[in-house]
């Protein structure tokens, strides 16, 4: 299941808030997403990527969790008590999605929109918990990293990204 969408800033979701969020609105600036869990060994790297937030908002780096229970109920709490314990435990400041599914019958669009660009190496389904995708400026083109991979590790791709946009000297 895919999505017709020729960008990723044809997208939307419903923040944790109950909020929606037109994806347009960060058209020309990179996106980091990431499917997330509260109760998962990989859980220490909202840590990460709170730092690459902090690091690189003033850049025009968008971080957007997307909280996910469809690996081992490792999300099990709400869309409050999930934005509580990020805030508590890992200081997250970037902003979060209510709980969705990444794979299946009712797996968001955005997830359908970024598995269709990149495939893993047993197809495109996602098999965890903070999975990445890292989105050029363009919405089109989408770099996918596997839950091992730690924030830390995407650095260089984030700053090589940031560099290719128009009307900004690259970075050093």
Known sequence: MGTEASSVYELSFT???GQPVDLAQFEGKPLLIVNTASKCGFTPQYDG???LHEQFVDQGLVVIGFPCDQFG???PGDDGEIEEFC??????TFPLSTKVDVNGDDEHPVFGYLKGRTGGLLGSRIKWNFTKFLVAPDGRTVT????TVE????TGDI?????EQPGQAPLA
Request: overall charge neutral; hydrophobic content about 30%.
């Open 159 to 163: 700053v090589e990204i940031l560099g």
């Open 144 to 147: 996918r990293y596997a839950p």
């Open 73 to 75: 109920g490792q999300e």
């Open 87 to 92: 805030r508590i435990n890992h200081g997250v």
């Open 49 to 51: 990527l709170q730092k």
């Open 15 to 17: 923040d944790n808030h």
């Open 151 to 154: 924030p830390e590790k995407i």
